[in-house]
């Protein structure tokens, strides 16, 4: 069975900073793309950052050159760094990856959530 284990959220003020924090483990042959999404009360959940085991990213465009993405491949964790946070980034925000089980078997996997607030 493989888990992912998200830690880092938090209360912050505005223009503040938060790091998320997300850990596979368990059964892992290796991992495709690892994401962080978001869901705020009453809204639905969106991508925020995306990236690929060669490193690429993606952004939602409200986070560009706010938020940075990045993984450690050996410790099959990725990373979340908020900066200049706004009231409208409070939401729960979840992990998601793409693990291959085994060689021919991939699956999504998902956190249980952490909660960013962001106080104005």
């Known amino acids: 069975q493989v888990q992912l284990v998200e830690s880092g959220g938090g209360l912050v003020q505005a223009g503040g900073s938060l790091r998320l924090s997300c850990a596979a483990s368990?059964?892992?042959?290796?991992?495709?793309?690892m994401g962080w999404y978001r869901q705020a009360p009453g809204k639905q959940r969106e991508l925020v950052a995306g990236?690929?085991?060669?490193?690429?990213?993606t952004y939602a465009d409200s986070v560009k050159g706010r938020f940075t993405i990045s993984r450690d491949n050996a410790k099959n964790t990725v990373y979340l760094l908020l900066n200049s946070l706004k009231p409208e980034d409070t939401a729960v925000y979840y992990c998601?990856?793409?693990?291959?089980?085994?060689?021919?078997?991939?699956?999504?996997?998902w956190g249980q959530g952490t909660q960013v607030t962001v106080s104005s």
């Open positions: 998601k990856a793409d693990i291959w089980i085994t060689r021919w078997t991939e699956r999504d996997y």
């Open positions: 368990g059964r892992i042959f290796s991992i495709n793309t």
């Open positions: 990236i690929t085991s060669g490193g690429s990213t």
